[in-house]
């Protein structure tokens, strides 16, 4: 990799590296203080509706408490038309019953039953039964209550929502005395009509209500063997099958009365435990908190953290490009200077750009320059001595080969031929 491309990468990695690291960090305690957040606000749901639970769980008894005293007005009234439809109008029973209807029609009650000092109901709105009071309640065990009524033990008698025993259907009866004589006036409603009063105000329709499938997506109340007591569930999972981490968590959570907090896929699932205030029966409310409001501030935070990285990127890039190119130049020029030293072609005009620089590259360049231009005076001058060293060299060649054969065998052979030579032209 070249010295530029080192120079790009690393500008480039650094501000990208910083970003990253910051959008994770960022991002992480993001997320963690919104979940905890979450965790905060499920705790304070769960209080309000464990306030809510005790309050709605009593407001169908409250209901209906306030219908049996409306039962027994409407009771006590009708004891007062009958003593007057009998002393004195002089009405005969078939003309009572009939009114009797009417008054079932008109109004919540479904039944109405008038006896006489035996207990007889002989005026009732029912056609074609005949039902006689009984103070046994082996034979009667919803209805012998009211027998109280005839002995003068008791006024009034206000009887829950019971089945009762003529037909196995459930009402809800109140009784009074009579006006003129002793005799047991009963009303009664179906239950039916309670029900669906029940429903329409009971913790079911609350707990319903309270699910938004927003931010609250389940709200469950168990008790400790986790029979669900009421429940409403807005996500697409509706099973009552519980894992087996959520028994035990309900099971500790009411053992030790600590709030326990199991963290699912897309929810939190927050188990606080309470004791019912009018039952006194201790109790759970699993309440499941959503987190996609969290994955979504997270996937955003995300997005826009990617588009900076994608900023910072791109300007790095630009940056390093411009950055490399003012710190490669220079670097190349010298590397182009060392290399023309090399072939012994060097010009000091190639780094002067470089070497009129401030930084440490121009002081570099000004040291290169002054250190090729001694090295060329160097080599000059070694060039000078070697010249002048291979001249001698060459005369001395020259030297040892006269010699050599000056002192050869043959030299002086010849030699001692010419004085011979000489020698005998004297002579002659």
Wanted: aromatic residues 6%; proline residues 4%.
């Amino acid at each position: 990799m070249s010295y530029k491309s080192k120079i790009i990468l690393t500008i480039i990695l650094i501000p990208v590296t910083a970003v990253i690291a910051v959008t994770t960090i960022l991002g992480w305690y993001t997320r963690t203080m919104m979940l905890k957040q979450a965790e905060t606000s499920g705790k304070g749901i769960t209080r309000i509706l464990e306030h809510a639970v005790d309050y709605a769980d009593q407001v169908p008894v409250l209901a209906e408490n306030a219908i049996a005293l409306h039962m027994q007005a409407s009771a006590t009234i009708l004891a007062h038309l009958v003593d007057i439809a009998e002393n004195q109008a002089h009405l005969t029973p078939p003309q009572i019953t009939q009114r009797l209807k009417q008054i079932a029609a008109a109004t919540i009650l479904d039944e109405c039953w008038i006896t006489d000092e035996k207990g007889h109901a002989y005026l009732h709105n029912i056609d074609n039964i005949d039902f006689t009071f009984s103070p046994d309640p082996q034979k009667q065990p919803q209805a012998h209550e009211f027998y109280q009524i005839l002995t003068g033990q008791k006024k009034t008698v206000i009887q829950p929502l019971r089945k009762r025993e003529i037909d196995n259907r459930h009402f809800k009866y109140v009784g009074v005395s009579g006006i003129d004589k002793p005799r047991i006036v009963e009303v009664g409603c179906h239950a039916p009509t309670i029900l669906s009063m029940r429903q329409k105000i009971g913790l079911q329709t609350l707990i319903k209500k309270l699910v938004d499938g927003d931010r609250l997506l389940a709200v469950e109340l168990v008790e400790n063997n986790i029979s669900i007591l009421s429940y409403g569930i807005a996500y697409s999972s509706t099973s009552k099958q519980y894992h087996r981490t959520t028994i035990d968590a309900v099971q500790q959570a009411i053992a030790s009365g600590q709030d326990i907090i199991i963290p699912r896929t897309n929810h939190l699932q927050i188990i606080h435990p309470y004791i019912n205030q009018y039952s006194k029966r201790p109790l759970a409310i699993i309440a499941a908190i959503s987190t996609r409001h969290v994955k979504n501030a997270t996937r955003t935070f995300l997005s826009s953290a990617a588009q900076v990285a994608a900023i910072t990127l791109v300007f790095s890039l630009i940056a390093s490009l411009i950055l490399a190119h003012q710190v490669s130049s220079p670097v190349t020029t010298l590397i182009q200077a060392a290399t023309d030293l090399q072939q012994n072609s060097f010009d000091p005009q190639s780094i002067q750009k470089v070497a009129r620089r401030p930084d440490e590259l121009g002081q570099f360049a000004r040291a290169f320059s002054e250190m090729a231009l001694a090295i060329q005076k160097r080599e000059q001058i070694l060039q000078q001595q070697v010249e002048e060293l291979q001249i001698q060299i060459d005369h001395r060649k020259k030297d040892e080969e006269v010699k050599k054969i000056v002192e050869s065998d043959y030299f002086q052979d010849i030699l001692s031929r010419a004085d011979e030579l000489k020698a005998e032209r004297r002579q002659s």
